[in-house]
């Protein structure tokens, strides 16, 4: 079992940066991959970005490539989303999430956190 708990949302301006934090428990921690996925408002939820167990590997959705960055600390048993150079289609619930293999489609998680409001300006 891993439960995991999102924080570090807000609100921000259009340009602006934000760091979410996914802390998980559980002793199987680095056996996972994880990932990030969004929903805003009257829309699917949608994939964001994935790091592999040992963070070797990392994959991106088309919208946030080479803006947003995904990192793990094995040690802290956190994972990390950098987001960078925002813009207001960005803003949504952001979840946190855990699976065996790394999951593109949000059916493939295994483990999901309660998510994070990340609200941007305009």
């Known amino acids: 079992q891993v439960q995991l708990v999102e924080s570090g949302g807000g609100l921000v301006q259009a340009g602006g940066s934000l760091r979410l934090s996914c802390a998980a428990s559980?002793?199987?921690?680095?056996?996972?991959?994880m990932g990030w996925f969004r929903q805003a408002p009257g829309k699917e939820r949608e994939f964001v970005a994935a790091?592999?167990?040992?963070?070797?590997?990392?994959f991106y959705g088309d919208s946030v490539k080479g803006r947003f960055t995904i990192s793990r600390d094995g040690a802290r048993y956190t994972v990390y989303l950098q987001m960078k150079s925002l813009k207001p289609e960005d803003t949504a619930v952001y979840y946190c999430a855990a699976g065996i293999t790394i999951a593109t489609r949000s059916h493939e998680v295994d483990y999901w956190g309660q998510g994070t409001q990340v609200t941007v300006s305009s």
């Open positions: 559980g002793r199987t921690f680095s056996s996972y991959a």
């Open positions: 790091i592999s167990w040992t963070g070797g590997r990392t």
